[in-house]
């Protein structure tokens, strides 16, 4: 049996989080479960998001293999009964007597979490990590979000020039003196992944601005037009900058661009010949299409994939992510990830649950000799630190 | 090791059936295996469907697992040989001797199905269903295939004022006087799942059918915008009903529209706000994309999944298909189906093969830390009967 | 627990070789090897190839588990550690010793492979297959790709009238006198599986032609509509002498049409009545995409699947994909390949790892209840050897 509990992990892709000292019990499942819908998406539904509803909602997140193997975790390191009342209590508790930077700073060295590398487009408005990072008592590794950043510059009404020297301007700042290790793009919840490599002409973005500035209306395909160019644009800078560029792949939360989101249609982009200096880091290695980065992974030398929001999100399916994403992919390419947010429990559950299926998936390939066991440790280390150390240059 | 033999079950979706009570070995496989042509097929493409070409369509029927798997367990079931000739004989003496309701009745009762909810489209012309409910012994809940009724209201030669009164009308008396709980479609096998969410608009309805009617001719999109407004008026009728509307999805027989039939193409329909009120049931939860609706069932909160069709007739990838559904659906959300048709030993085998796989995927969840025993036991409930129950109002 | 160790194998799918007697371990991990770019990749991207980016290129191919299982494999071939310094010495050595024919041929035997149907379309330029035959000492059995074919007639600067005529008589001649046993097409790589059944059209192909060669230039669907309609007309000449259509689908090498290479998209094509007769064969099986290969050589009866590429190349997916394509494929309708080439390693291994994964995958259909081990044996035969004898009439 191969134990990787030990082992320091660096996730290469989450949120920053403020402290949420005292929860109630349904405010609790709020925050650490995921997909189930809200009192707001039934109510622009039209719906009454009455007591009956609001239980209903809570019943579908709690019935998840995400949230029992969570909530089971937990109660072992609560040493509580695993019911939600018990777990929440127990962490209010903690968090009333120690205060929460000792709590949440004590669930990630539990989970020998020593860097996030951390998505700063989420939650908004943004997080400060200066805070943050004193918080948890972890190293934090920032990545500006283009979007963020585009929304920015499309509300400030300014033309082609100064919008387009701003966007480099400001990814230029962040990815020298403003500490920033790389860029991370959610087109696929915009406009989708179809991205033509041509979209980098300096006049595609001026021609679809102008049409979304001007009295031509928004309309037809400007927006993504625009998208599309300063994505191109965003690899441009990676190269120059030697940056890695986080892309979104597969699903994500209810909003993503479910037909637009398979790591498939990135390849014609990931080959053109002007982005081959570029490192991209296919996130969430697009499950449920994660066989498809895989592939990639493989005949592109460029191409690293994180295992995250599959794990810990789809629960059950983080040892077969595992296993399918190393069908094709290198050794060397593949990084633990938990795309976790909002507070600390759910990286430390994410970070047993990554281990525990990267012992159940290397074990596999240990019996099916494609591997020996020093070999599965060797593999174990590179994929829940080392090889993000490496991509992001860090100690 | 988990046993759910001893469960009920309600078969969320399957089809009624006639009674076929002495048949030859090649006429029995016919009824009861899954895909490999006929000599209709055949003849189609301008060949001989001779002695040799029926032999091998015979001989491909029986190559399968799930039909191997059928056959192992009504040699259990019988007694006898494990070889079509023995069962075929095994049946007609059973037949011969009890009568074909006590035999349909006795096999229905082994697999402790306990209710059969029925999409009256298949077989044509449809199946008298006080006959079948007499005949099986068991409840039977009739769902309307809307596709039938758009059949019959082409053939009528009606105007658009009275195509759609008809069509309120007649969803509506069945939904009322007419005993059906919920709607049924098989848009995937006509123009696709790719249905933008506005084409609920009474004038697209009007356009296409004048399209279709006049003298403009049937070309261009008509068809296709026809139907997808039907299927946006059905969805209002079901929520004005409070009525459960099953989709088909993923695979079918061999004329199904492959390229259209992805749960991912129904997202953004399914998240419209107009259609949140409305309770989808993703049939054959997509298989082979059973992991797209798996995360449309976790991130829409009025999303359920029924596992037929993959089971029994993908035959090994049962448990597969109910692992990897749970990654992300919550388990009050999946529910046992069998789509089996045509004789009552499909519906039988269906039952035992779909409480093993549970067996088998449940177990492993247990082992892997996602739930004790007690719970795999509750969701072995909830899926075999209890989600459905609840889903269709029913005792 | 199954051994398939000493059954013969047929490999459906693969490509001759020539001698490359002496290598450096750089140069033998650059023949054997599935992936990881090349110095002309990098140096088209505008980037050094130097020594530094030269080894990143060398350790992702290395990293991969088809890499690590050939490794280990050939160590216990030439009872040597598993490095690749010390198996490409070995190998040298035994080439030095006894010519590289008898190294050749030993690998093969130990394989127990005995016939190789190959793709004559890589390696360019062709290999002398009568020269292979000899070096292997195996059974060698020619498929003519069309794309050569094709790449001749459109540099042959000929009209329509001319280039049909010579398609169709190159190809009848190669399936008559030539010794060519069928066709193979890899129209996935240049534009795409959706392809309309009635690019047949003579005229398609004519007016694309003209295009193509005339002053309107090379631009719009010109070439799409004239590999369509010689696709299509491959078809008719495969009908025409009963010879069987291998069709890449899935994924393939970095230049793969990713976006279009799903069996999906060739569902209309194949059951379109006029192409009914042919036989096809699902090449790689569509691999990642394997389950709708099965699943369309489930439901239309003249369909075959090749397990090959996905096995070797995606290492520890080659029990799942068996498992998986077992779903609904039947067992009369699986064949074993490697599409191994360059030298005898690859395909030594990928024998090995083709009759593990089938007595892991059918030992666990026995488990489960859906073959007894005579039956699993009897599988393995047919996978192995016996569909591929039967589809190509060999002896």
New interface residues.
């Given amino acids: 049996m191969l134990d990787f509990s030990e082992l320091p992990v660096v996730d290469v892709h989450c949120h920053p989080y403020t402290a949420k000292p005292q929860l109630s019990a349904d405010e609790w499942v709020d925050e650490v479960s995921?997909?189930?819908?809200s009192a707001d998406?039934?109510r622009?539904?039209?719906?009454n998001a009455d007591e009956s509803a609001l239980a209903?909602?809570q019943?579908?997140?709690r019935?998840?293999?995400?949230f029992?193997?969570l909530c089971?975790?937990l109660a072992e390191y609560f040493d509580v009964e695993p019911t939600v009342d018990a777990i929440v209590a127990a962490r209010n508790r903690s968090i009333a007597a120690d205060g929460y930077p000792a709590y949440a700073g004590a669930l990630h060295r539990a989970g020998k979490i020593e860097t996030l590398i951390v998505d700063d487009g989420y939650p908004l408005p943004q997080v400060d990590l200066d805070g943050f990072r004193a918080e948890v008592g972890v190293e934090v590794v920032p990545l500006l979000r283009i979007e963020v950043l585009i929304q920015d510059l499309l509300a400030a009404e300014c033309g082609w020039d100064e919008f387009s020297r701003a966007y480099d301007d400001r990814i230029a700042a962040a990815l020298t003196d403003g500490g920033y290790k790389g860029l991370k793009s959610i087109i696929a919840y915009r406009t989708g992944l179809?991205i033509a490599p041509g979209s980098r002409s300096n006049d595609q973005g001026r021609i679809a601005l102008e049409k979304i500035r001007g009295a031509r209306g928004r309309g037809g395909d400007a927006v993504k037009h625009l998208r599309d160019h300063l994505f191109c644009r965003a690899i441009e800078r990676c190269i120059d900058f030697d940056a890695p560029f986080q892309v979104h792949t597969g699903?994500g939360?209810?909003?993503v661009h479910?037909?637009a989101c398979r790591p498939?249609?990135l390849?014609?982009l990931l080959?053109y010949?002007?982005?081959?200096?570029c490192k991209f880091l296919l996130v969430h290695t697009g499950?449920?299409y994660h066989?498809?980065a895989g592939?990639?992974a493989?005949?592109?030398?460029?191409i690293w994939c994180d295992i995250s929001e599959?794990l810990p999100?789809?629960?059950?399916?983080a040892?077969?992510i595992i296993?399918?994403v190393?069908?094709?992919?290198?050794?060397?390419?593949v990084c633990y990830g938990s795309d976790t947010y909002n507070t600390p429990e759910p990286f430390y559950a994410s970070a047993l649950l990554g281990k525990?299926a990267l012992a159940?998936a290397l074990g596999?390939?240990v019996d099916?000799?494609?591997?020996t066991v020093a070999?599965a440790h060797e593999t174990a280390k590179l994929i829940l630190a080392d090889n993000a150390r490496e991509l992001y240059g860090l100690g």
């Fill in positions: 995921f997909g189930g819908g998406y039934l622009a539904g039209g719906m209903m909602l019943r579908v997140k019935d998840t293999m995400y029992r193997f089971r975790r179809d699903m939360d209810w909003e479910l037909e498939a249609l390849m014609e080959r010949p002007a982005y081959r200096a499950y449920p066989a498809e592939y990639i493989n005949v592109l030398p460029n599959g999100f789809a629960g059950n399916a040892k077969r296993a399918e190393l069908e094709m992919a290198p050794i060397s390419r525990r159940a596999e390939l099916d000799g494609f591997m070999e």
